[in-house]
């Protein structure tokens, strides 16, 4: 330990570092910098660096790559990977080769080009990267990772134990087409460019034009149109709408996850995707705290899932909370045909035992009811202003015809709302129009809280929460309500006798 206490790393980045290091700085700062250049072009008293502000920031933030990439040093010890960042004040880091669980890469276009790969050192304290290396070569990856894991477990062993890469989900071009039709990303993607027109000042609702649209020739040209025109016309315009969105979101999808290739080896997986930044990510399976199915009504047409997991440590936040999205989803499968999703799921959870069926349990007696109450107090609440300010006379009916429809989901909701708990796993399926399934190993289990409300107490009902160390605030484990109080209270005894009895 003492000649490791003094190792001295030596390996830099890659050449092109300070390259990356500007365009993400860049990247990160264009719509301050664009303003700083348009506000200073239009103004007649420009700042007192005039029209050079832009080039000096620039200029700035290139002398910071340069600096960063001369000053940086990394290297393997007898115990862990040792980093050295800066000059004047140094960060020294050591991370043990035992913990560290994932060396994961990500390669946009120019990474492509130059040969080169960003890279994050995940441990198995999970959230954000404990290690973020900005640029280094594939060779450099390469023996990075070899380094790293033959610490851990010499190479030898595991090219004699571990079976070869096999491939469990490969995504063709047509998969990814059902699956942009299923997401409805580009709707996101629509309304940010919206929001980002109105923030430049592009695209404001004016009062006063849309009254001279309204008057315009072509809009009482359009009036003079019958009824059945102008519905027909308005069904039109929003059939367009919806394929245009649905046309940007398999783009967006082919785009994301092109390529997208799931494999198994040594008994983890890995994920690889992309078609202009190309991801490679490693799930460890001790790591997964969490599998999701997800399957809405476009999904069930199509006999598709969407499979997810929660690896521990995701719901932390931090400085990796600035990854981009894609980093946050893991994806077991963006989209799988419906009877490939067993097999996908008992992969990423092996330890568990799939001989046999779940014994699904219903929900409590009075929970239909309950959320039918909810379900009308909430509809009427919200249409009854609406529609006496717009439509008056059917204002009545438009309440009125809430009692059905807060009747069918109330009951559907309860109908397809089951839980199970199995020897190794507790199961919740809920929703009818889109269901989720969560499956989450006791062994894995870290908070459990047994929630009533008054109402709950009036009714004779509890909610209990099941917490791992994956879930995130999108994603907040599992959640059961309406119970019975001794069913909640049995089920939490039961959870607490095996929660954590494993280290994920």
């Known amino acids: 330990m003492a000649s490791d206490s003094n190792f001295q790393p030596t390996q830099r980045l890659h050449g092109l570092s300070w390259l990356f290091g500007l365009t993400g700085a860049i990247r990160q700062l264009v719509v301050p910098l664009i303003a700083l250049l348009f506000f200073n072009v239009r103004d007649d008293t420009p700042g007192p660096f005039g029209p050079w502000i832009v080039p000096i920031i620039v200029t700035a933030l290139l002398i910071r790559a340069v600096w960063v990439q001369l000053t940086f040093r990394y290297g393997f010890s007898l115990t862990g990977l040792v980093i050295h960042e800066g000059a004047i ?8 080769y035992a913990r560290i669980e994932n060396i994961d890469t990500e390669r946009g276009p120019l990474h492509r080009l130059l040969g080169v790969a960003e890279v994050r050192v995940q441990t198995s304290t999970g959230g954000k990267p404990e290690a973020s290396i900005s640029v280094l070569g594939l060779p450099a990856v390469q023996e990075m990772r070899e380094r790293v894991f033959s610490e851990v477990r010499p190479a030898e062993q595991v090219a004699a134990d571990s079976p070869p890469e096999q491939t469990l989900l490969h995504l063709s071009i047509d ?16 309304a940010a460019a919206f929001g980002v027109l109105h923030e430049t000042g592009i695209f404001v609702l004016d009062p006063q034009l849309l009254e001279r649209l309204l008057e315009s020739p072509s809009a009482a040209g359009l009036a003079a149109l019958g009824l059945m025109m102008q519905i027909a016309l308005g069904a039109l315009t929003i059939l367009a709408v919806v394929l245009a969105v649905r046309m940007l979101s398999v783009i967006l999808a082919i785009v994301t996850l092109y390529d ?7 008994g983890d997986l890995r994920a690889r995707y992309g078609l202009f930044t190309r991801v490679a990510l490693t799930l460890r399976t001790r790591r997964i705290q969490a599998v999701h199915q997800t399957e809405s009504l476009l999904h069930r047409w199509f006999k598709r899932v969407s499979l997810s997991v929660d690896l521990a440590g995701d719901g932390g936040g931090g400085e990796g909370d600035n990854d981009s999205s894609r980093m946050r989803t893991r994806w077991l499968a963006p989209v799988c045909p419906a009877v490939s ?5 008992a992969a990423a959870l092996p330890s568990l035992d799939w001989s046999h069926q779940p014994d699904w349990q219903p929900l409590a007696a009075g929970a239909r009811g309950r959320i039918f109450r909810k379900t009308l107090a909430w509809s009427v609440l919200i249409l009854t202003l609406p529609a006496i300010w717009y439509l008056r006379e059917g204002a009545a009916f438009v309440v009125v015809s809430c009692v059905p429809l807060a009747w069918m989901h109330a009951h559907l909701y309860v109908k397809h709302t089951r839980w199970a708990l199995a020897p190794d796993a507790v199961l919740f399926r809920s929703g ?6 969560a499956i989450v190993p ?63």
Do not use: C
Request: no cysteine; net charge positive.
């Open 89 to 96: 004040f140094r960060n020294v880091r050591h991370i043990e």
């Open 175 to 190: 998969e990814l087409v059902r699956h942009g039709l299923i997401d409805n990303r580009g709707m996101i993607l629509i």
């Open 260 to 266: 997208f290739k799931l494999t198994r080896v040594a």
């Open 341 to 345: 999703a067993p097999e996908l799921i």
């Open 432 to 437: 009818w129009l889109k269901r989720r399934l």
């Open 442 to 504: 006791r062994d894995r289990v870290q908070t459990l809280a047994v929630e009533a409300s008054p109402f709950d107490r009036r009714s004779r009902m509890a909610s209990i929460y099941v917490d791992t160390a994956g879930a995130s605030s999108m994603a907040a484990g599992i959640r059961i309500r309406y119970l019975g109080a001794e069913t909640a209270e049995q089920l939490a005894s039961a959870l607490y006798r095996t929660a954590g009895a494993t280290a994920p």
